[in-house]
């Protein structure tokens, strides 16, 4: 059996109302050229959500959410401002401050569980877990996620859902053995209403056939349809989670913030650390927790403990600190390295400004400047063998090309290898720093190129120490930082 708890508010129910027939009037006013999807997004998040951190953070994501900016800019340079009272931004970020407010999801889950003493479970999402079994402690209730409810074949209490998602969550409640109490809004009352009238067109569409009343000889006298007004907005994303492949459905109604994965805010966080350390974070860029999972910078709150992957020269900064605790496998590559750079430093010091002609006369086929550049010590090998050929000839003068190829051999193969590693290390190795952090072995990439433990915990001790997160706030979006940009070149 399945009841509906409703929460009915008529400020909220207006607001819901308001939103809907603004995105509608933005849709009529400029010819059907603007679409809020992450809107429905953070509308649907503002629905499941129940604690106030979860709901600052939504403020938040709502405040820094470009898009409804963005395509007004895109049909007409237009700024938000041109809307006036038809702002759907000021609306959804009022109908997240009154839910918040008064508490009304959670005021009314808790009125239930204080009014039904009978021993209960709450469904609740993965990131509400901590927070409900705290609140609980005073009623028979259990907290479990989706996933943990999902290998539980016998239900001897009553099952309490405080969200409802659409057409799979209808068919997995609806053939579930046991007795299901839903905690709605009305909006996602009517969600479920929704449902409802599919299943029993479903079920009157069998039981009219011309088959069964030649069996029976009975005629079914169909029910009157169940009356339905459904958000619009609410409504799409619903469609679009239905949409989803089961697993992403899944992952999803595990935890209902992975929405906000998908919600594209190219916005940086600014995390300053308890040792005053500050790092620039992307809200799309993933870093490590305490547990050694990934999470997206959107969702990083103060107290986390965290290590943020260093993207930014990784590959440069793991191949330095496997060359100083391994020098058995990459110090013969850092020995080859200096040998030709040494030769070639003793023809500068020898020839001087006539260093490049003699070289060109040897075969070289680079520019001048990029001969200079190859005295920086960053340059672990040129990129032509003609380059290292030609400086080897001007020092050997009386050696013969096959005794120069050979000298060459080891060189040659130690650029090689180094360039496959820099390869291999170039394309980002999460994954594989992952598989470390929470396993202490090596991925099959870091494998192969014969990095080892000892130097992996240097890496990970040296640049992406875990650090307690003391404080959080928006640098700037990036489209903010683009338009400064922009400005700065107009003027």
């Known amino acids: 059996m399945i009841e509906v708890e409703t929460i009915f508010d008529s400020e909220f129910d207006s607001l819901i109302q308001t939103f809907d027939d603004q995105s509608r009037h933005l849709k009529l006013q400029f010819d059907n050229q603007i679409e809020l999807k992450s809107y429905g997004s953070l509308l649907r998040l503002g629905l499941n959500v129940i604690r106030d951190e979860a709901f600052d953070s939504l403020l938040e994501r709502i405040e820094v959410n470009r898009e409804l900016e963005t395509a007004l800019d895109n049909v007409g340079g237009y700024t938000i401002d041109a809307l006036g009272q038809q702002n759907p931004k000021t609306t959804l970020k009022a109908i997240i401050e009154c839910a918040k407010t008064k508490a009304l999801k959670i005021n009314n889950l808790v009125k239930y569980l204080s009014e039904h003493p009978t021993q209960k479970s709450i469904v609740a999402d993965k990131s509400d877990v901590a927070y409900l079994t705290n609140l609980s402690k005073n009623y028979k209730t259990n907290i479990c996620t989706i996933k943990e409810l999902k290998k539980q074949m016998h239900f001897n209490e009553i099952l309490i859902f405080y969200s409802f998602n659409g057409g799979r969550d209808f068919e997995y409640l609806y053939n579930l053995s046991a007795n299901i109490v839903l905690i709605l809004f009305q909006q996602e009352h009517e969600l479920y209403k929704k449902q409802l009238q599919k299943r029993k067109i479903d079920i009157e569409n069998e039981i009219t056939s011309s088959d069964r009343l030649s069996i029976s000889g009975i005629q079914y006298e169909p029910l009157p349809n169940i009356p339905i007004h459904l958000s619009e907005a609410i409504e799409e994303i619903v469609n679009r989670l239905d949409e989803r492949r089961n697993a992403d459905y899944n992952s999803y109604r595990e935890e209902a913030d992975i929405l906000l994965d998908e919600i594209d805010e190219n916005t940086t966080y600014e995390i300053q650390f308890e040792n005053e350390h500050v790092d620039k974070i992307n809200s799309n860029e993933t870093v490590f927790t305490e ?59 020898y020839y001087r400004d006539g260093l490049y002609a003699l070289l060109k006369t040897e075969g070289l086929k680079v520019l001048q400047s990029t001969v200079e550049n ?118």
């Open 374 to 491: 190859y005295f920086d010590e960053s340059v672990k090998f040129p990129q032509h063998d003609s380059t290292l050929k030609a400086i080897f000839k001007l020092k050997f003068k009386s050696i013969s090309d096959k005794d120069i190829d050979y000298m060459l051999a080891p060189i040659r193969k130690s650029k090689s290898t180094y360039n496959s590693t820099m390869i291999a290390l170039g394309r980002g190795l999460k994954q594989e720093i992952k598989l470390f952090l929470k396993e202490n072995r090596i991925g099959e990439i870091l494998e192969k190129l014969q990095f080892n433990i000892a130097t992996l915990q240097k890496f990970v001790d040296d640049y992406m120490p875990l650090l307690t997160v003391k404080n959080k706030k928006i640098y700037k979006s990036n489209t903010e930082i683009i338009e400064e940009l922009l400005t700065r070149l107009r003027k």
């Open 291 to 349: 547990t050694n999972d990934l999470i997206r910078g959107n969702r990083i709150e103060i107290g986390d403990k965290i290590r943020v992957y260093p993207n930014e020269q990784f590959a440069e900064t793991l191949y330095r600190v496997a060359v100083e605790t391994d020098e058995e496998v990459f110090g013969t590559i850092e020995d080859d390295s200096k040998r030709w750079r040494s030769y070639l430093i003793e023809l500068k010091e």
